[in-house]
């Protein structure tokens, strides 16, 4: 797993044999919110997505996780946890009692780096989010730096162009952006409109991705 690029080969022998792998159907909820969370859950295969609830209780999607990504929000403490987890995808996970990981980072500082690093890339996704939700960004610019984002992590190639291999409806754009469904869908065929995007069923094509970015980044649709 590129979780784990770079530790010990006997650490990870360890690890392995400390935790297990289990699979979750599509729509399993791993980690839920103020529950105690006393595991470590790492995608092996397959699609989660970490998200909150709004004080209306409607979903506000944080991350999309794939292979080899760190679910949890926190691994140095039992607090309960604060957000949900949940697979959109039949997936594989491995789950480790936290108390081992932490005992295996006091030996073995390549995997505490590991740890560290996983962590810090969500800081700055979570970062470039906040940035993209500001005021000033409007709503095609803030769902054209997603679906972009999405496309580099996700995309595949394709006669039309980079399809983002993740099954995404109307409602689920719409929890990714904390926005009403009606005008997600007014988003989505706006950037249809400019030539952006392509939509096929639960699948969005990124048409060219460089006029994506620059999309997102100036509001222009470019030549």
Known sequence: MALFQGVKPDTLEWLFKEGRT?????????????EPLKSVYIQISGKSIVYNLTHTGKRK??????????LNEHVLNFHDS???????????VFILPAVKLLAAMERDF???????EAQERKLWRMGHQLK????????????????????????????????????????FLADMLGA????????????TEFGLIRMRKKRIVIVNPEKLSHFYKTGEIGS
């Open 110 to 116: 390549s995997l505490t780096k590991a740890i560290l």
């Open 61 to 70: 999607i944080i991350f999309i996780f794939g292979s080899g990504a760190l």
């Open 22 to 34: 289990e699979h979750f159907p599509k729509g399993s909820i791993m980690i839920r919110a103020k």
């Open 132 to 171: 993209n939700t500001m005021g000033s960004i409007y709503m095609e610019r803030k769902l054209a730096a997603k679906l972009w984002k999405l496309s580099r992590d996700f995309g595949k190639n394709t006669e039309h162009g980079l399809e983002i291999d993740i099954n995404m409806t109307i409602t």
């Open 180 to 191: 009403p469904r009606e005008n997600t869908s007014r988003l989505c065929k706006t950037l």
């Open 82 to 92: 604060s957000l949900f987890c949940e697979t959109i995808e039949t997936s594989l």
